[in-house]
């Protein structure tokens, strides 16, 4: 297919390694990259500074294999499988079939990159919105009832189509376990209505500096975007680095950190703890809801446990960590 980059990675330069990193290192502080695009790195940039989780998503079927094997390469990373809708119209006879059975293959794998969005270039020129919204709409379609179908959190892209959106997941008789709209770039009115469905609470609402940010243009976050970071529930705030390169996610994240606890007035550890847990079980495929049938509180899951021989003290504090139940 020709594509070797995420279409929303289109990075404006940024800002040298921050004093945000090197706090968040001192402290040694968890955090989780809910989405980035890091199988695509040339593998010769920076190493990530602070100690994180991520989840590695898929653009294009071309890029599937490549996913998982910087999946493989550690516990820490979770991939995510599925078809970006800029690349929607050029799916293969028999894709869906293949995406399903690496799924199964794959039991701690995301659907994602998935979604909609009306600014597509596919969409541009003479007779093509008639032509490649319909396919992009199966597409997403598809992939959202897999992800119910096999209950898998899924990682949301959506820009322009939310009534779209809202109407796919009402569609479904059984809905996905999490689903994380990423680098979300509606305002908190639209929140507010996201909310108020009958998926609600599933959603979760991913920020990244990369795009909300970054992408723009601007020098600083607008305040209609520090409006819509203030209306999300506290438990369904991620962040993201949605970097394609290792030396971007790793000034990307804590500058997505950072982000939120500016527009939240939070403490950076503040900040870090909330979007760690948060992202912790929406990788897990968790609704939010930390409490068990009879009430009692659920530890959050790191997804894998300590390696034989390592020091359960050196662990990056904050979270309660209980083995893996996948």
């Not at 590695?56 to 493989?72: H, I, Q």
């Not at 028999?94 to 998935?114: F, K, M, Y």
């Not at 096999?150 to 997941?169: D, E, G, I, N, Y």
Request: aromatic share 4%; glycine share 8%; with cysteine.
């Amino acid at each position: 297919m020709g594509f070797t980059r995420c279409p929303c990675c289109a990075l404006s330069p940024l800002p040298p390694l921050s004093t945000v990193d090197a706090d968040l290192v001192s402290a040694g502080l968890l955090l989780v990259d809910t989405h980035n695009h890091l199988h695509q790195s040339a593998g010769g940039g920076a190493v990530r500074r602070c100690d994180s989780y991520e989840a590695v998503l898929a653009v294009a079927e071309a890029c599937w294999d490549s996913v998982l094997a910087r999946c493989a390469e550690g516990p820490r990373s979770l991939p995510g499988l599925g078809v970006h809708p800029w690349q929607a119209h050029e799916v293969a006879e028999g894709w869906e079939a293949r995406l399903r059975a690496l799924l199964q293959q794959h039991p701690r794998a995301l659907v994602g990159e998935i979604g909609l969005c009306k600014c597509a270039r596919s969409l541009r020129g003479p007779g093509a919105k008639a032509r490649v919204w319909p396919q992009q709409l199966r597409v997403f379609r598809t992939q959202l009832a897999l992800a119910a179908e096999l209950q898998r959190p899924t990682s949301v892209h959506c820009v322009k189509a939310h009534s779209s959106l809202v109407a796919a997941l009402d569609d479904l008789d059984v809905l996905p376990p999490a689903v994380g709209l990423h680098s979300f770039s509606g305002s908190a009115h639209q929140i507010g209505q996201l909310l108020s469905t009958r998926a609600g609470p599933r959603l979760y609402f991913g920020f990244s500096h990369t795009v909300n940010v970054a992408m723009g243009g601007a020098a600083e976050p607008q305040p209609a975007l520090l409006d819509a970071i203030r209306a999300v529930p506290e438990r369904k705030l991620l962040v993201e680095s949605d970097c394609a390169d290792e030396r971007s996610a790793t000034l990307a994240l804590p500058l997505a950190l950072r982000l939120v606890a500016d527009a939240r007035g939070w403490t950076l550890e503040r900040a870090a703890r909330t979007t760690t847990e948060n992202g912790l079980r929406f990788l897990r495929g968790d609704d939010g809801d930390d409490r068990d049938a009879g009430g009692a509180e659920r530890p959050v899951c790191v997804a894998c446990e300590p390696t034989a021989g390592s020091d359960e003290s050196a662990r990056p504090r904050l979270l309660v960590v209980s083995q893996c139940s996948r």
